[in-house]
């Protein structure tokens, strides 16, 4: 591999030991992988931070990191944990003990001392901050819902990346020039049509088995195109599904993704809407416990259209409960009315963390959600979960004043 002074310089522990440490890992993912040269980067997204996940052996390595006088070279946020930081015990559900939490507070802490912003969010392109970013800027993300959508919205560039190898291109400041970083491979050649009657709507939900349907389609190398009407609201449920079931970094859609299209197309696929719908209908339970929004998290929008939706009903006398998972920042934007509304149906609003990254207290949960990254990580940590859209969500809440 290729490696400027400068690079050479930091390999040799000319600016410490810890940046030295995490560049000799990014070139040695690099090289595994091919890459000819390194890719310096202007933000990172780091994941796997949950005790709950990663256990003491994580909060070592994080520590160790930060005692040794790792500082991140580029702005660096950080992906949910296990429980909301000023509130542990909000919600009865998740299970936050003693060692949960001392592990779990000196992870953030490892993680402050290098300088993270503590976003403690899966959605990072919410914030201000990296909105700025400006298309074609390499960056190094974990989550993979957050790389999605930066690579199809926003244009920024960046591979898959696991929570290791994020935290420590933010230390190196680079990433290796492979994959998503490469213009070539960027560019689609395969081509997926939705066909569906005028006026059809892909809401959150639908958006999501869209995702799912896609991923199972496509085959060829290069981003999958995806002809069909939907917004960045619901683009970020169409990313998680694909980002949950599949391998797929990006979904190129034109009129939303800043590239050019592409001018030739090896293959086009048409997707019937009624298959989209015929597996939206097979994935609903009958009774639940918990009805969850925020999956990934849920933006300011998301929350004020679910209580608009509830404005227009009654709460029921024998409801699931329902949970809300945001980041700090949509928090704030949420207004005041649609507080209350929420407050009418005993909602409990969480930060920092979600269902995915939590201890839970109650096995074989029944939970109904529009998300299909929740229903897929549920899912495989025990829980029953059902997909619906959001209007459905509502009527197991409330019903017709």
Not at 219 to 246: C, I, Q, S, W, Y
Request: glycine share 8%.
């Amino acid at each position: 591999m290729y490696l400027t002074a400068e690079e050479e310089r930091i390999l040799r522990g000319e600016e410490g030991e810890a940046k030295a440490k995490a560049l000799e890992v990014i070139v040695k993912v690099g090289e595994a992988l091919g890459a000819e040269r390194l890719q310096p980067i202007v933000h990172a997204h780091v994941s796997g931070v949950s005790y709950n996940n990663i256990g003491e052996p994580g909060r070592k390595f994080i520590e160790d990191l930060a005692n040794m006088g790792a500082r991140f070279s580029v702005p660096t946020t950080v992906n949910p944990i296990g429980f909301d930081l000023e509130a542990p015990g909000a919600f009865d559900l998740i299970s936050a003990d003693r060692e949960v939490l001392e592990g779990q507070r000196a992870i953030v802490s490892a993680l402050h001392r290098m300088g993270a912003s503590l976003t403690l969010t899966c959605t990072p392109y919410y914030i201000p901050s990296v909105r700025g970013l400006r298309p074609g800027q390499s960056v190094a993300w974990g989550e993979s819902n957050a790389v999605v959508y930066a690579n199809s919205v926003l244009g920024l560039r960046t591979n898959r990346e696991g929570g290791p190898v994020a935290l420590m291109a933010a230390i190196a400041g680079r990433t290796y020039y492979y994959g998503m970083h490469v213009p070539e491979r960027r560019r689609p050649r395969a081509a997926y049509r939705l066909e569906a009657p005028e006026g059809y709507r892909l809401d959150y939900a639908r958006a999501a088995v869209l995702g799912r349907v896609l991923v199972r389609l496509h085959r060829l190398e290069g981003p999958p195109l995806l002809d069909a009407r939907v917004d960045r609201e619901t683009f970020k449920e169409l990313g998680a599904a694909v980002g949950a079931e599949g391998d797929i970094a990006m979904v190129f859609v034109p009129g939303l993704t800043p590239e050019e299209p592409p001018g030739r197309l090896e293959e086009v696929v048409s997707i019937d809407y009624r298959d989209v719908e015929a597996e939206l209908e097979s994935m609903r339970l009958d009774d639940v416990d918990l009805v969850y929004v925020g999956c990934p998290h849920a933006s300011a929008e998301e929350v004020e259209a679910l209580a608009r939706e509830l404005s227009r009903l009654k709460p029921r006398g024998n409801r699931p409960q329902l949970l809300i998972t945001t980041s700090r920042d949509e928090e704030r934007r949420i207004s005041p009315e649609a507080m209350e509304v929420l407050r009418e149906y005993g909602a409990v609003v969480l930060r920092d963390t979600c269902l995915i990254v939590s201890k839970l207290r109650r096995e074989g949960l029944r939970v109904a959600t529009y998300s299909y990254k929740a229903m897929f990580y549920l899912s495989r940590h025990g829980l029953r979960v059902g997909l619906e859209p959001m209007e459905d969500l509502a009527r197991r809440l409330g019903s017709e004043a």
